[in-house]
């Protein structure tokens, strides 16, 4: 298996811009995550998808954050207008329910988007 | 609440030597999983190990092993003969409640010297 592939590895972008922010999930997993990892806050839950409906989004910081999943094999986390406190690495993780409920469903990480907002 | 706290920020190891790296956890639900990730210098975070509270044997995975210790709420990784390539931090995450949320500590940067 490929593993979660995100894209682009590396977005700098000038403030005011928007950014958008691709994951592919590992095919099969039925959770996906989007994580945000600063050196001030580590590493935020923004927002996960169990069957590519939302379900917690609690941790989007503010209404320029949005997040889709379309389908089961896509994700996008979009920030319009970017500003330079988004600057961070942006990390997509996916997961599959295990039926036995001994909780372990591992979360695998794709290698993160590094954003800079100049 | 939920909450995961690893108290040392450093940590420097001898190579070829043991190391342990500590994790404590917060919660009131009776079954939960802990995890333990590695971030080496290049970013990705790479799963490493797996605790269930229900699991009665401590958890092993090559080099790692997981000391579990329930009643103290405390699940640490221990890391047998360091290599040069374990140098990254180390994050302890906690899953509970059957949702599928993490909850991840603040991370632990491990040095290990030649």
């Known amino acids: 298996d490929a593993g979660v592939i995100q894209s682009p590895r590396h977005e700098v972008t000038e403030m005011g811009q928007e950014v958008t922010l691709r994951c592919k999930p590992i095919?099969?997993?039925?959770?996906l995550f989007w994580y945000r990892q600063t050196m001030m806050r580590g590493l935020e839950l923004l927002i996960y998808?169990?069957?590519?409906?939302?379900?917690?989004d609690s941790g989007m910081p503010e209404d320029r954050f949005s997040a889709k999943m379309p389908n089961a094999s896509f994700s996008t986390l979009k920030i319009q207008p970017s500003e330079p406190r988004d600057s961070a690495v942006y990390f997509c993780?996916?997961?599959?329910?295990?039926?036995?409920?001994?909780?372990?469903?591992?979360?695998?990480f794709g290698p993160g988007t590094r954003l800079l907002v100049l | 609440a939920q909450k995961i706290t690893q108290t040392q920020p450093g940590m420097f190891v001898q190579e070829k030597e043991a190391v342990t790296l500590d994790c404590t956890y917060d919660?009131?639900?009776?079954?939960?999983?802990l995890f333990w990730y590695k971030q080496p210098s290049s970013g990705e975070m790479i799963f490493l190990i797996y605790?269930?509270?229900?699991?009665?044997q401590n958890a092993t995975e090559g080099r790692y092993s997981l000391n579990f210790q329930k009643a103290r709420k405390s699940a640490n990784l221990v890391i047998s003969a360091s290599q040069l390539g374990d140098s990254a931090m180390y994050f302890c995450?906690?899953?509970?409640?059957?949702?599928?949320?993490?909850?991840f500590g603040s991370g632990t940067k491990l040095n290990v010297k030649p």
């Open positions: 095919s099969g997993h039925d959770y």
């Open positions: 605790q269930g509270s229900y699991d009665e």
């Open positions: 998808f169990n069957n590519n409906v939302p379900i917690d």
């Open positions: 995450a906690m899953r509970a409640n059957n949702f599928n949320k993490f909850y």
């Open positions: 919660t009131s639900d009776q079954s939960y999983g």
């Open positions: 993780a996916s997961s599959f329910f295990v039926r036995d409920s001994t909780l372990q469903e591992t979360q695998y």
